[in-house]
């Protein structure tokens, strides 16, 4: 595999990697709630309606670990058969992870160590969410690539808060101990800020090159005979 090869399946690596953590813990939590578990405070509501979380974590899982793949440009330009099968599975998968997501927030119990103000975070970011895939795939319908593309990594980023949560909570826990119920809820939107933080950055740079391109190709495209646009 060449450099260019290896660099460009870094990113899939890295973004596979970050939903490791919510992907295992989602596991054990299916495999808990199909094996009979015995009910305790903290799994009572999950297993009093387990359909929900269930669907969550199926969903997200699927858009995650799927979704780190469109980001591999080979995939991208060589296979726009994949690229779009692919979408057709990520939409609805996106969909379900956050709508039930959002259902969870509303009608499941509050958890011991959650607030009002973290519900309030998780009620913002799952409705951006569906926002973000919502105008994606209207994007894609009007046949707008750059937007389709910017609004579901977008979406992405928002799905992927889990990952990164894991990594804002682990300095606090490790230096000053559980976090309070404020804490917790800022921790949690860290999480999210970050990602969407990293997400307009790829968003502005392949903005960026595309325009970038589009100037060198009218360039050379109008140069006049004899004259070279290479400096």
Same mark, same amino acid.
């Given at each position: 595999?060449?450099?260019?090869?290896?660099?460009?399946?870094?990113?899939?690596?890295? /973004?596979? &990697?970050?939903?490791?953590?919510?992907?295992?813990?989602?596991?054990? !939590?299916?495999?808990? /709630?199909?094996?009979?578990?015995?009910?305790?405070?903290?799994?009572?509501?999950?297993? #009093?309606?387990?359909?929900?979380?269930?669907?969550?974590?199926?969903?997200?899982?699927?858009?995650?670990?799927?979704?780190?793949?469109?980001?591999?440009?080979?995939?991208?330009?060589?296979?726009?058969?994949?690229?779009?099968?692919?979408? !057709?599975?990520?939409?609805? #998968?996106?969909?379900?992870?956050?709508?039930?997501?959002?259902?969870?927030?509303?009608?499941?119990?509050?958890?011991?160590?959650?607030?009002?103000?973290?519900?309030?975070?998780? /009620?913002?970011?799952?409705?951006?969410?569906?926002?973000?895939?919502?105008?994606?795939?209207?994007?894609? !319908?009007? !046949?707008?690539?750059?937007?389709?593309?910017?609004?579901?990594?977008?979406?992405?980023?928002?799905?992927?808060?889990?990952?990164?949560?894991?990594?804002?909570?682990?300095?606090?826990?490790?230096?000053?101990?559980?976090?309070?119920?404020?804490?917790?809820?800022?921790?949690?939107?860290?999480?999210?800020?970050?990602?969407?933080?990293?997400?307009?950055?790829?968003?502005?740079?392949? %903005?960026?090159?595309?325009?970038?391109?589009?100037? %060198?190709?009218?360039?050379?495209?109008?140069?006049?005979?004899?004259? &070279?646009?290479?400096?």
């Amino acid at each position: 595999m060449t450099s260019s090869a290896k660099s460009a399946w870094l990113v899939p690596t890295l /973004l596979i &990697t970050l939903t490791a953590v919510p992907v295992l813990a989602g596991a054990v !939590r299916v495999a808990e /709630l199909t094996g009979g578990p015995e009910v305790t405070p903290e799994n009572a509501r999950f297993v #009093a309606d387990p359909v929900p979380v269930l669907l969550h974590i199926v969903a997200a899982t699927v858009f995650c670990v799927l979704g780190a793949f469109q980001f591999v440009p080979g995939l991208r330009r060589r296979g726009r058969g994949w690229h779009r099968t692919a979408g !057709r599975l990520l939409v609805p #998968a996106g969909l379900v992870a956050a709508l039930s997501g959002l259902w969870m927030t509303l009608f499941y119990p509050q958890p011991a160590g959650d607030g009002d103000l973290l519900t309030g975070f998780r /009620l913002l970011f799952g409705s951006a969410m569906v926002v973000c895939i919502v105008l994606g795939f209207a994007a894609v !319908r009007r !046949r707008d690539f750059a937007r389709h593309s910017a609004w579901m990594i977008r979406g992405y980023a928002i799905a992927q808060g889990a990952g990164t949560q894991a990594l804002t909570h682990l300095p606090w826990i490790l230096f000053l101990g559980t976090p309070g119920v404020t804490g917790r809820a800022l921790l949690v939107a860290l999480g999210w800020v970050i990602n969407l933080a990293v997400a307009e950055w790829i968003i502005r740079r392949r %903005s960026t090159s595309a325009t970038r391109t589009t100037h %060198s190709a009218t360039a050379t495209t109008y140069a006049p005979v004899g004259v &070279t646009t290479a400096r």
